[in-house]
């Protein structure tokens, strides 16, 4: 996480809603509330509390689910609460009691005497877990800043960049114009998801939906076209790079070219759009999101096109235009 401490307490104050939430409080322990979180992963102590510990997972999560509430259950009836003591002599971050089953009191006492805050959940052992894990591919996700505006044109995130000055924030305001979705604009916060998804979001929330436009200053899109203008982060799909107009440099015209950008070791797909007076960039950009979506479909315009050309090069007629009256001579 690029040196960034997030601890169990941080865990708790996620402002996580619906289907993302968590539903996680504090029962005890809270003196290991300050614990950091370093393995994004889940442990099931079962086999830990039955003595077994090679390959302990201490660095994970611990989460109890009906199973291992009743053992530890059978366990405290037995009187065996050494087992439960050398449990918590491993530096364990924090403990997850699923289906709003709280420990026994015995339990209780031995986590707040080691200091491991105790954290009780009324989800299911796998509805937990997979959220758990969600939230972990987001905040151990490799990441880093972008400089480009993000916007969303029909459902496809496209990352528009290119030099200072090149009109990035001016066709991102005409496609907002048009009914699409601003993300962020100058400063862009990337983040590689489940190891082949990019997100995208503003690095600075509070002034990721406004714009700057040279000639007329800052603008707060929200206010001005409505919160249906916004969205918080969307995935990257497409890469737009801007670039004046340089006569001496060869363009794609056919479109054959697939070219792509590494972002944080993911392809992506690169549209290069020379920029010079009298160009509708903007319809442009448009043109290509709905062509990026005709490709995931699997059709390629100019593939088809191509091969309708060699396809009508093998008929009689295109035999008959090529040769032509030139036969004669």
Known sequence: MGGKHFSVLDLLDLNLKGYDSLNLHCICGRR????????????????????????????????????????????????????????FSYEIPCCVFTH??????????????????????????????????????????QHKTMHGVLVEVYGLGIMIMGDSGVGKSETALELIERGHRLVADDIVEIRCVNGNTILGQGANKVISHHMEIRGLGIINIAQLYGIGAIREQKEVQLVVKLEEWNANKMYDRLGTEQ?????????????????????????IVETAAMNE???????FSAKEFNQNILRWIETDAAQAAYYGSDDSY
């Not at 660095?59 to 009187?79: M, N, P, T």
């Not at 070219?259 to 319809?283: A, C, H, T």
């Not at 979506?293 to 059709?299: C, E, N, V």
Request: proline share 6%; aromatic share 8%; charged share 20%.
């Open 32 to 87: 290991g509330l300050t614990r950091d979180l370093t393995v994004p992963d889940i442990n099931r102590p079962g086999l830990a509390l039955s003595g077994f510990y090679e390959s302990f997972g201490a660095q994970r999560v611990q989460l109890f689910g009906r199973g291992e509430v009743a053992y530890l259950q059978k366990l405290i009836d037995e009187g065996n609460l050494q087992t439960i003591r050398h449990f």
């Open 259 to 283: 070219l792509s950008i590494d972002l944080l070791g993911v392809k992506v797909p690169l549209l290069e759009i020379p920029v010079k007076p009298g160009r509708n960039v903007p319809i």
């Open 293 to 299: 979506r005709l490709k995931s479909m699997g059709y």
């Open 100 to 141: 709003n089953l709280p420990p026994a009191e015995e339990f209780i006492n031995i986590a707040e005497e080691a200091g491991c805050a105790v954290l009780l959940t009324d989800l299911t052992s796998t509805e937990f877990s997979s959220r758990l894990l969600r939230v972990f591919s987001n905040i151990f996700a």
